[in-house]
């Protein structure tokens, strides 16, 4: 049996009311998977983009669960550079749909294919 | 993987949760988002169940946390929303809901000072910057049809493909969480906890005065390296009275049961004691990015000035008359 069995079905080190690491791992997965869904099927730029922050979300919940399983507050850490990274995405890609708006009167992700230059 | 979940119960409730989200994507004609969201319930609601059982088979003295189960039902039941309200303001705002029970999570993670930044930098910056670009970008509705929705919301490119795809990955994910991945290394991946109260030498003396344990004359002797002579694994502090520059009559207590470290302190300690640099490289990021916006979103708007005299017109048309 390997490690990684032992860790996600043993509990949290202080009392966690009965939940396994495996619970948290399973909620960031789906959440992660709802992302990738809608970054593959919305053809609005906007909502793409916000499934990428619900991403970048699931990636935080399964580091801040880590963290606690841990006890080590590394993984706090790198969730704040996970929000910067998050927020400077939001910049640049806002940034751009604005632009590509200001030119195509249009949301949709189709309007990038024609757009070069 | 049995010993965490049954399979059975875990594929089925992923096929299950996948056919919902499938069946709720936008699409051209009627698709039916509430029995799609029934059915991606039941699937994430036996997954943990499962999970539960099988946990409660081990610890059978702990109750379950019912918060968990709520925070997790709001956070993806919202992100289900996100991705198929055919509106996108009305995505921007379930987002906010996803946020929000992401950080009861983090709370309920012991993660306090993460759950407040989440809500004020997330939820506060950046999903006020989408409304705002939202509002930007969108076309005014035309007066004889206010209710209108643009093509490229109305329909979701390939639902059903995506939908499998998606949990397809779900299933791979979850398969790793509850039967392992094997060759991964057993130890060296914990590192011990930083001795971070002898480093709060004033709170541990505020607790040991409030718990009267040492004499108002007394104070914590404080060690060559500048820190504190605290041991925490021992809970003890070491404590005497200064004297002309070293201390008299020194003797070890022990620490107060509720003196502990809080979520705030170790997490400033691991930010700038052990990774000092984090910040500065956080800055730099969003500077790159300030200026990037700005570079790509400045373009003059090119009005000749006749066109400027024709739109002025219409506003100084009254004062003329």
Redesign the interface.
Same mark, same amino acid.
């Given at each position: 049996m390997s490690e990684l069995v032992l860790l996600a079905q043993s509990g949290f080190p202080a009392p966690m009311g009965g939940l396994t690491l495996a619970h948290y791992l399973f909620v960031s997965a789906a959440m992660f998977v709802l992302g990738v869904i809608g970054f593959l099927t919305r053809r609005n730029l906007i909502i793409m983009f916000l499934c990428t922050e619900m991403m970048f979300q699931a990636a935080g919940l399964a580091l801040i669960a880590f963290s606690r399983f841990w006890l080590n507050q590394t993984g706090q850490t790198f969730v704040i550079f996970v929000i910067t990274i998050a927020a400077a995405e939001a910049a640049l890609a806002l940034a751009l749909v604005v632009l590509l708006f200001r030119k195509r009167e249009s949301l949709s992700a189709d309007e990038w294919s024609e757009m070069s230059g | 993987m049995g010993?965490?979940?049954h399979p059975f119960l875990l594929y089925a409730g992923i096929a299950v949760?996948g056919i919902g989200?499938a069946a709720s994507?936008p699409r051209r004609r009627v698709s039916p988002q509430l029995l799609g969201g029934l059915l991606g319930a039941i699937g994430?609601g036996m997954?943990?169940l499962g999970?539960?059982l =099988? +946990?409660?088979d =081990? #610890?059978p003295d702990?109750?379950?946390?019912i918060?968990?189960y709520v925070f997790?039902l709001i956070?993806?039941g919202a992100?289900?929303r996100? /991705?198929t309200n055919r509106r996108?303001v009305y995505?921007?705002l379930y987002?906010i809901l996803? /946020?929000l029970a992401?950080a009861g @999570?983090?709370i309920?993670? *012991? &993660?306090t000072? @993460?759950a407040f930044?989440?809500i004020i930098?997330?939820a506060g +910056? /950046?999903l006020i910057?989408?409304l705002f670009?939202?509002m930007?970008?969108?076309?005014a509705p035309s007066e004889e049809e206010t209710d209108s929705l643009?093509?490229? %919301?109305a329909? &979701?490119?390939?639902?059903f493909f995506? +939908?499998a795809?998606? $949990?397809a990955?779900?299933a791979v994910? *979850?398969t790793?969480?509850?039967?392992?991945?094997?060759?991964?290394? =057993?130890d060296g /991946?914990?590192?011990p906890?930083a001795n971070e109260l002898a480093s709060l030498p004033r709170r541990v003396e505020r607790a040991l005065r409030a718990a009267g344990t040492i004499e108002p004359e007394e104070q914590l002797v404080i060690g060559s390296s500048g820190l504190a002579l605290v041991d925490a694994q021992a809970r003890t502090a070491r404590v005497g009275i200064p004297a002309d520059g070293s201390f008299t009559s020194i003797r070890d207590v022990g620490l107060p049961e509720d003196l502990a470290v809080r979520n705030v302190e170790?997490?400033a300690? %691991? $930010?700038l004691n =052990?990774?000092p640099g #984090?910040i500065e490289i956080?800055g730099v990021?969003?500077l @790159?990015?300030?200026l990037? &916006?700005?570079v790509? *979103?400045r373009?003059q708007v090119e009005l000749d000035e006749e066109l400027k005299r024709q739109q002025a017109r219409p506003l100084g048309s009254e004062e003329m008359a």
């Open positions: - | 010993e965490i979940i949760g989200v994507l994430l997954v943990l999970f539960t =099988r +946990a409660a =081990r #610890t702990q109750m379950p946390s918060y968990f997790a956070a993806l992100g289900l996100v /991705i996108p995505a921007a987002f996803t /946020i992401s @999570m983090y309920l993670l *012991s &993660a000072f @993460m930044a989440l930098v997330y +910056a /950046i910057t989408y670009v939202i930007l970008a969108t076309q643009t093509p490229y %919301d329909e &979701a490119r390939e639902p995506a +939908a795809t998606g $949990f990955l779900l994910l *979850s790793m969480v509850v039967s392992g991945v094997r060759g991964l290394p =057993r /991946i914990a590192t906890p170790s997490l300690f %691991d $930010f =052990r990774h #984090t956080a990021i969003l @790159m990015a300030m990037g &916006a700005v790509l *979103s373009r």
